[in-house]
């Protein structure tokens, strides 16, 4: 069974740029997987900040980009704030209905 | 404003039932795919089902397949879940959201499988 793989944790200097990832245990992603990426605080929903690869939800900011970057999607911040401190998650199509996310990234803005 | 709203989770005991509900404002409902997503206590999210707009395609994940039944009222605008034989490991927050993407999110609602 192909896993999504995502960076445990990773760490940015306020006003920083950092890029998250998105891959497979077995694999490439491409855009035919559809990559979306979504943001959690604790205790709170999941917001939508990117969908088909580099399509930003509506109200996130433009420091948010989504890409293709080899064989993963990533998930760049540009101008890292404190408020980006969160669970970053990604989301792929596996195909015949079937969604899968990543284990999740925890990022640290310090 | 777009407003997801579950509910119908509480504590159940292990083999037993739960319905959730999810009641869709500000969006036209029988227009979009919808989903749920759970979340177990400290964990990460796992996506559980979704639905066509007129309920003909359903999907589920491998581990509630056959225990979940995912359904819509269009007339409603709501959305639910039926979850049969509840295991220990189905305990987790419940959330609702608009389409396959999961564009809109709910606040989620706790289901406690526990004996």
């Known amino acids: ?110 | 404003e777009v407003q997801l709203v579950e509910s119908g989770g509480g504590l159940v005991q292990p083999g037993g039932s739960l319905r959730l509900s999810c009641e869709v404002s500000g969006l036209t409902f029988s227009s979009y795919w919808m989903s749920w997503v759970r979340q177990a206590p400290g964990k990460g999210l796992e996506w559980v089902a979704n639905i066509k707009q007129d309920g003909s395609e359903k999907y589920y994940v491998d581990s509630v397949r056959g225990r979940f039944t995912i359904s819509r009222d269009n007339a409603k605008n709501s959305l639910y879940l039926q979850m049969n034989s509840l295991r220990v490991e189905d305990t987790a927050v419940y959330y609702c959201a608009s389409g396959q993407r999961l564009g809109y999110w709910g606040r989620g609602t706790l289901v406690t499988v526990s004996s």
């Open chain 1, 1 to 110: 069974q192909t896993v999504v793989t995502q960076e445990p944790s990773f760490s940015v200097s306020p006003g920083g740029t950092v890029t998250l990832t998105c891959g497979l245990s077995s694999g490439s992603v491409s855009a035919s997987f559809y990559p979306s990426w979504y943001q959690q605080t604790p205790g709170q929903a999941p917001r939508t900040l990117i969908y088909n690869t580099n399509t930003r939800s509506s109200g996130v900011p433009d420091r948010f980009s989504g890409s293709i970057l080899g064989n993963k999607a990533a998930l760049t911040i540009t101008g890292a704030q404190a408020d980006d401190e969160s669970d970053y998650y990604c989301l792929l199509y596996m195909g015949s209905g079937i969604w899968v996310f990543g284990g999740g990234t925890k990022l640290t803005v310090l």
